[in-house]
């Protein structure tokens, strides 16, 4: 059985003082038996969050890479710098960096390609905006951008991975998804798995569900089948998230 797994993606959000606080805040309340957790941080504050929950099961992530090992990218950080600071997980192709600095499938494939080389586990997001559901486009453009980010993986590389299911136009909205919806398609990304990857890589792989998910929503939408958890936003910088996490 797939465990649940929740993400905090803090954004552009905390100063260093306030990341502080709300880690230690975190540390004390987060129940991580029914879920895996991971804090997604701003940079700067990687080594911070990391050295304040030393010793407990909550989990640092980083919210971009660079696909380059190393080089001349001013601004950027490469998963050879996460890996050396055990950092282990890195979201990948948020609709954010899709939208705000065009990053293209192609991009988020040499990401989510390097991360795995660099022993990272990926969370690899897609989804569709409020214009291409509207004309009935979500299915395809998924699958789409699904076929992109897992080019070149091995059946094996697929349990390695997570993937974020992001309706582009639930994110920060205050609009969610309704469980149906959000369940179909993440049997969707599932059974694409499965046919082209095998039944054991669709088995194993974790698929969560983000968008405006909170307290009050949480624990319909992750008793779905095929949602193994969610990628948490505004929800993830408030005290309440211990309530996102232990939805049951």
């Avoid at 890996?83 to 989510?112: C, Q, W």
């Avoid at 469980?179 to 990304?189: D, M, N, R, Y």
Wanted: some cysteine; proline content about 2%.
């Amino acid at each position: 059985m797939r465990k649940k797994l929740i993400a905090g993606n803090w954004k552009m959000n905390l100063n260093a003082k306030m990341a502080e606080q709300f880690t230690k805040l975190m540390k004390e309340t987060v129940n991580t038996d029914t879920a895996d957790v991971v804090f997604c941080v701003p940079f700067v504050h990687l080594g911070m969050v990391k050295s304040i929950l030393a010793g407990t099961n909550i989990k640092v992530g980083a919210q971009n890479m660079h696909y380059a090992s190393n080089g001349a990218y001013t601004g950027e950080i490469s998963g050879q710098m996460l890996a050396s600071m055990e950092i282990p997980y890195v979201i990948i192709g948020h609709s954010e960096r899709r939208e705000y600095f065009k990053e293209s499938d192609t991009e988020v494939n040499l990401k989510a390609l390097t991360a795995l080389k660099e022993g990272l586990t990926p969370i690899i997001c897609i989804g569709e905006t409020s214009k291409q559901r509207k004309s009935g486009r979500t299915f395809s453009v998924v699958r789409k951008q699904l076929a992109f980010a897992i080019d070149e993986m091995t059946a094996e590389d697929i349990t390695k991975i997570i993937v974020a299911y992001e309706p582009v136009w639930a994110i920060g909205t205050g609009e969610t998804a309704t469980k149906e919806q959000a369940e179909e398609v993440c049997a969707l990304i599932r059974d694409e798995i499965k046919a082209s990857h095998g039944q054991t890589a669709a088995d194993n792989v974790r698929i969560l569900y983000g968008g405006s998910v909170s307290p009050e929503n949480a624990n319909e939408l992750f008793s779905m089948p095929n949602i193994d958890g969610g990628l948490v936003g505004g929800a993830s910088i408030k005290s309440t998230f211990e309530k996102v996490v232990n939805f049951e």
